[in-house]
């Protein structure tokens, strides 16, 4: 035992003020006479929850607070994009075609050779991007975790199946893959890009809810909850699930950024969203033709995605720290 | 060791065997095998209806899977649908260019990744420390086609400024590529970008890769005990503990290999090679299947072959893996 686990207990329990600093002394005998304590003298005690401490271990996170930060801007900036862009996403301004980008002409990110503004180009987007990414990042995240769950706690065949199943679909590059169901299932919206991605990509978090699952299937809670008489699904949900949130949601918001990536790889190779739906990724394709002397219509819509991943990555990071119980709470 | 080798072989064969059917499953059910031919206004309903009963298409999959797994062995892979220039000569052609790119980007980035990530492991915290983590933050979060574009922009501008030529910024060799030293000297100064390109994608993982594996090393046992023996910091450093922490970025590396054919794909796009990434692209456009299934089965058996490579390595590199 270390003093992690005496600290996770004690955390548990409400603590007071002076509760809090003995918690950090990694104290636990004491923190919990400081607690009973603040009651007897009827002082008012503070009820922290682990997400309480989740949320104080990920402010204090400077890198993944910023990145937050710039992320919502970037994203809501999207969302926003048919109010917001200075012009339409196919609008033309006749007067400055193939402008280099300016600050003084009102074309930050430059015009194409039929004078289209690419700054509001990469805003309509970002905001197709955007919702390709949480249609992803949620079907992806519901069926690897039903599918994990199911293999994780039942065993035996159904974790054979799956194990086997996602060891085979990793023997080929992912691109391949995608590029191949894309290709083939013929050309469509951005919905059916969604869904092609999240069917590829579920199996990750399938294979970490399993290990999660086949480990707090050894807890003795859950002996407890079997004894005690609760059913399959209730032990899964009220019991295990909680228990495994935070690699998922660690999951979740990184297959975000995966999501936004692939989904640009397909749009640029011309199997991903269709003109004239604006995606980042066929935007970056457009400006390939004449790159050489019009480098903004690449380099912009580039930086975009660059920026946006880096920021979901730090996120991530973030979270990743701070849904982990057994980090300290630095106060 | 050599019944190990022996069992991890037997092993691959039926992996081999599943995933040639669920390729041959999965495409031929998710798309048309005639779709390249219907919408091809030459193909008369006559040449459609006899391309059905010879590639056996009214039959189930099971037995599809039969007569397409004794063409490929037989006559590997046949002809696809659009021409009759054979699958397998036009792969034959593409594979060794291929093969140069990642190979090269391959041993770059190992070199190159698990240097940094040694260094940044052995100083750990300073300012190398952090530069490399910053680099390889942004190496996983960038597109690998727009890397390769704006280095397409930088060389094709640098070239236009001041006419020299260092790097060919499209295509596999000249108009002239000469003979002897001159064809691989122009051979190399083509693919040279699209392998630093290549190399990027992998240096973030190689790189974040060994410092962890290696900061995981120094805090064992053995290398306190080499300390103790009174070994110098290089002694210890490099024979005791980047040996073994080596021994997962070699696992790393063979498993990777999937992820830099995908690099290839985008790649050899950009910069008109006549690889293996061309090759599928092209034919997904046409919407031909077969020479994708054919193209998916050689890349299948490639990372199989190169996941028994890397549990034999393992096998040798790390004493405590037992072969029986």
Not at chain 1, 166 to 176: F, N, S, Y
Not at chain 1, 286 to 302: A, I, R, Y
């Amino acid at each position: 035992m270390t003093d992690h686990s005496l600290e996770r207990d004690t955390s548990l329990a409400a603590v007071g003020g002076g509760g809090a600093a003995a918690v950090e002394a990694g104290a636990g005998a004491y923190a919990y006479d400081a607690t009973q304590q603040a009651y007897e003298s009827g002082l008012e005690v503070e009820v922290r929850s682990q997400w309480y401490y989740a949320r104080k271990r990920f402010v204090r996170h400077r890198l993944a607070v910023a990145s937050l930060i710039i992320l919502v801007v970037i994203l809501m900036a999207g969302f926003l994009a048919p109010w917001i862009a200075p012009y339409g996403f196919e609008g033309y301004d006749v007067n400055h075609l193939e402008q280099a980008p300016t600050l003084a002409g009102g074309h930050i990110f430059g015009t194409d050779l039929l004078g289209r503004d690419y700054f509001s180009r990469v805003l309509y987007g970002i905001r197709t991007s955007e919702r390709v990414a949480f249609i992803v990042m949620l079907l992806a995240t519901v069926i690897g975790t039903a599918i994990g769950m199911v293999a994780g706690y039942y065993s035996r065949w159904a974790d054979n199946l799956l194990m086997r199943f996602t060891d085979l679909i990793l023997t080929l590059p992912a691109l391949a893959v995608l590029l191949v169901a894309a290709a083939l299932m013929g050309k469509g919206d951005q919905y059916r890009v969604a869904i092609i991605l999240s069917l590829l990509l579920w199996t990750t978090l399938a294979r970490i809810v399993r290990g999660q699952f086949l480990s707090l299937r050894e807890k003795e809670y859950v002996d407890a909850a079997k004894a005690a008489g609760a059913g399959d699904l209730r032990i899964m949900f009220r019991h295990m699930l909680p228990n495994s949130v935070g690699p998922i949601v660690v999951f979740a918001t990184l297959t975000l950024g995966v999501a936004i990536l692939l989904e640009a790889y397909l749009s640029f190779l011309g199997f991903g969203v269709q003109p004239p739906t604006p995606a980042l990724g066929k935007l970056i394709a457009d400006g390939q033709d004449v790159s050489s002397n019009d480098w903004w219509l690449v380099t912009f819509p580039g930086l975009t995605i660059v920026l946006i991943v880096l920021c979901i990555n730090f996120v991530g990071d973030g979270l990743r720290d701070a849904l982990d119980p057994t980090q300290r709470v630095r106060a | 060791m050599l019944t190990y080798i022996a069992r991890r072989l037997l092993y691959s064969i039926p992996v081999l065997i599943a995933t040639s059917f669920l390729i041959f499953a999965g495409v031929s059910l998710i798309g048309d095998p005639l779709g390249g031919l219907k919408v091809n206004p030459l193909a008369s309903q006559e040449t459609i209806d006899h391309i059905r009963a010879e590639k056996h298409l009214s039959d189930p999959i099971p037995v599809q899977y039969g007569y397409w797994v004794r063409d490929a062995v037989l006559h590997k892979f046949g002809t696809p649908l659009l021409s009759q220039q054979p699958i397998w000569d036009d792969l034959k052609r593409v594979i060794p260019h291929t093969l140069t790119l990642v190979i090269a980007a391959e041993l770059i980035s190992l070199l190159i990744g698990v240097s940094i990530g040694i260094y940044s492991a052995i100083r750990q915290y300073s300012v190398f420390d952090y530069t490399a983590t910053t680099f390889s933050f942004l190496g996983f979060a960038m597109p690998v086609f727009w890397l390769a574009l704006m280095m397409q922009i930088a060389f094709t501008n640098l070239f236009l400024a001041w006419h020299v030529r260092i790097f060919y910024t499209s295509g596999l060799s000249s108009v002239d590529p000469g003979t002897g030293f001159h064809w691989v000297l122009d051979r190399a100064q083509h693919l040279a970008i699209p392998i630093m390109v290549l190399c990027v994608l992998n240096l973030a993982v190689y790189s974040r890769f060994m410092r962890a594996s290696l900061l995981e090393v120094v805090n064992t046992d053995y290398v306190r005990t080499a300390r103790a023996k009174g070994l110098t910091e290089q002694k210890v450093t490099l024979k005791h503990a980047v040996r073994n922490a080596l021994i997962p970025v070699v696992t790393l590396a063979a498993l990777n290999f999937g992820a830099l054919i995908g690099g290839a794909i985008v790649t050899e796009q950009i910069f008109q090679l006549d690889g293996m990434g061309n090759y599928f692209i092209q034919n997904l456009f046409n919407q031909d299947i077969y020479p994708i299934m054919a193209w998916l089965m050689v890349v299948a058996i490639a990372v199989i072959l190169f996941n028994l490579i890397a549990d034999i390595l393992y096998g040798v590199l790390d004493p405590r893996v037992r072969y029986d």
